[in-house]
């Protein structure tokens, strides 16, 4: 079992070191004027890529004005182009042409109706613009944002496998992982609506530090320390911390005006559904162990352990230095 564990971590270690890096291609379409919006795009990379970069499809009433200005980087492509669009874009495609996996975020800021957000897949390319986003729309968006964040997002998502294998029990476990939701939920309410902000580099040393400290916990095995006593406390605490992680993925993502409340909530209960399946995953495979092999459950459980924390290890110096 220990060997199967380590040739997974061997396969899957490597991508969440640059998992941090490597978040969703967003796109904005600002109105301007009156036929006058201005287009602006982020591609993430995982390093220099040749040929030319991908450029948003435009509504087949609009054209860019002239080149975009484009900004390319190791880790990512930025562009921004003037665009003149005949009449109004209610009821056109907009979209991202696919190359390669992934996802994106097109916010559309019309000057006389509320931002609407869509999130764009290979399997959905394309969102038609709406005169007004539907309610419906927001709360599906943002829920499936949310899931998303969790299990792609693995600083968080390594964090909350390193609480369960410190309590390792199903009821104890529950209790900690809802104090670590309405911890989150607290300080991303607070964020988005504007009563606490902190930077965000400090924040992102902070969450990695959180994720050494629950490994370094879960490799002392047994020992009755605070966090073994009371993980509730411990997971409210760090809670509190993640959750100003939470509010800087929104904030890039953006918010639709007049639906602020569906949003923000829709996205948390998307967070807590993602991390309810991770939580029920990891005790299933634990549940596996402890049936097939009992003594090999706390070795198997150290060499996790070992694992979150030189992944957090590593995130922890390259965003104190990086």
């Given at each position: 079992?220990?060997?199967?564990?380590?040739?997974?971590?061997?396969?899957?270690?490597?991508?969440?070191?640059?998992?941090?890096?490597?978040?969703?291609?967003?796109?904005?379409?600002?109105?301007?004027?009156?036929?006058?919006?201005?287009?602006?795009?982020?591609?993430?990379?995982?390093?220099?890529?040749?040929?030319?970069?991908?450029?948003?499809?435009?509504?087949?009433?609009?054209?860019?004005?002239?080149?975009?200005?484009?900004?390319?980087?190791?880790?990512?492509?930025?562009?921004?182009?003037?665009?003149?669009?005949?009449g109004s874009v209610s009821g056109q495609v907009m979209g991202w042409p696919f190359l390669t996996p992934g996802e994106a975020i097109l916010r559309i800021a019309p000057q006389d109706r509320p931002l609407q957000v869509h999130r764009l897949t290979p399997e959905g390319p394309n969102a038609t613009i709406m005169a007004k986003p539907s309610s419906a729309q927001v709360w599906r968006s943002y829920f499936v944002i949310g899931v998303e964040h969790i299990l792609m997002g693995w600083d968080h998502l390594l964090f909350v496998i390193a609480l369960v294998l410190l309590v390792r029990r199903t009821w104890p476990v529950v209790k900690a992982a809802t104090a670590f939701t309405v911890a989150h939920s607290l300080t991303l309410a607070a964020v988005t609506l504007g009563f606490a902000g902190l930077p965000q580099r400090p924040v992102e040393v902070m969450i990695a530090l959180s994720i050494v400290f629950l490994a370094v916990e879960v490799a002392r095995g047994d020992r009755q320390t605070l966090t073994r006593r009371l993980p509730w406390l411990v997971a409210f605490a760090f809670g509190l911390l993640h959750g100003f992680g939470f509010a800087g993925a929104l904030r890039e993502i953006g918010l639709p005006e007049g639906e602020v409340p569906a949003a923000l909530v829709s996205f948390n209960l998307g967070v807590e559904a993602g991390q309810l399946l991770v939580i029920a995953i990891v005790l299933a495979l634990l549940a596996v162990v402890r049936k097939a092999r009992p003594a090999a459950e706390t070795g198997a459980v150290k060499f996790a352990s070992y694992a979150i924390g030189i992944a957090g290890a590593y995130w922890l110096v390259d965003r104190v230095i990086g």
């Open positions: 079992m220990i060997r199967w564990l380590l040739a997974l971590l061997v396969v899957f270690l490597p991508q969440p070191v640059l998992a941090d890096e490597l978040r969703p291609v967003s796109i904005t379409f600002e109105q301007v004027d009156e036929g006058e919006w201005s287009l602006g795009w982020r591609q993430p990379m995982a390093g220099r890529q040749s040929g030319e970069p991908a450029q948003p499809v435009l509504p087949a009433n609009c054209r860019m004005d002239g080149n975009p200005r484009l900004d390319v980087a190791v880790l990512a492509v930025s562009g921004r182009v003037r665009v003149l669009c005949d």
